[in-house]
């Protein structure tokens, strides 16, 4: 990862971007590093094709309905690159709507490295899943199952149970074992598994760019994953 990405574009004033920091504190006070924080990759809007105006709207939505729900918790939308258009739409909405920015805020980096190479620590990441919840795939999903080895396969399928699969608009959290380099290195206790709503006439459940539907399950996906969080802070 670009270590000037990391440092031009993200906004948490708690934490030094220079790339190679730690969130730190004098001994004995609360450091960023103890906040209850979710990471989130946008949903359905990259392999899944969803239209990122909308998108953004309903992360601003959720965001908002969310925030005092979730204690002292953060919600950070991540994505890879400095240039992501929802990750910028999101961050001048969220400016507009005064939502406070210690709360919630956009980062640019891997998600799978957030904490080694971005200096932020978060316990929770949500994946942008497949039906199935396999490692398959490309984008987030493989990237996270790459990262956290084989431990998130078995846990996922753990909590999973037998029906296998989530559908779409809903989450699923996955504790990841202590074993998992992802747990080890970043410090990640928790995946949340998300299924959005498809737009992708290549993968399944493809709504044909039916956006009443869309749009409902793109807020229930988010509502899904935000109570999930919101369960585990608790
Ligand atoms: N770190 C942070 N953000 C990322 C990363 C990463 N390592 N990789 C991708 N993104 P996508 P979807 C961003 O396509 O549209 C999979 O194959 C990306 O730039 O991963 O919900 C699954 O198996 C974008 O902003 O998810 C499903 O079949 C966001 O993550 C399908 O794709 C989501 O992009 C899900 O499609």
């Known amino acids: 990862q670009d270590v000037v990405a990391?440092?031009?574009q993200n906004t948490d004033k708690n934490i030094k971007t220079d790339g190679n920091s730690r969130e730190h504190s004098a001994a004995g006070s609360v450091t960023t590093?103890?906040?209850?924080?979710?990471?989130?990759?946008s949903i359905s809007t990259a392999d899944f094709q969803f239209n990122h105006e909308k998108a953004s709207d309903i992360i601003i939505e959720k965001v908002e309905e969310f925030l005092d729900k979730i204690g002292n918790g953060r919600l950070v939308l991540v994505d890879l690159t400095s240039g992501s258009r929802i990750l910028n739409l999101v961050k001048v909405k969220a400016e507009h709507r005064n939502i406070d920015s210690s709360k919630f805020f956009t980062f640019v980096g891997d998600i799978t490295q957030l904490y080694t190479k971005g200096g932020l620590h978060c316990n929770v990441i949500a994946n942008a899943a497949n039906w199935r919840l396999k490692p398959r795939g490309g984008g987030v999903n493989a990237a996270i199952f790459n990262a956290a080895?084989?431990?998130l396969e078995i846990?996922?399928?753990e909590a999973a149970g037998d029906a296998g699969c989530i559908e779409p608009g809903s989450a699923l959290t996955v504790p990841l074992p202590s074993t998992s380099q992802l747990h080890?290195?970043?410090g990640v206790t928790h995946v949340i598994h998300v299924l959005g709503p498809n737009m992708n006439p290549q993968r399944p459940d493809c709504l044909n760019s039916d956006y009443d539907k869309g749009c409902k399950i793109l807020r229930e996906a988010y509502s899904s994953l935000f109570d999930c969080f919101a369960s585990i802070v608790r």
Request: proline fraction near 14%; charged fraction near 25%; avoid cysteine.
């Open 149 to 151: 080895g084989p431990a």
């Open 6 to 8: 990391f440092s031009a």
């Open 155 to 157: 846990s996922t399928k």
């Open 184 to 186: 080890k290195r970043e």
């Open 33 to 41: 590093n103890d906040i209850p924080t979710l990471a989130f990759p």
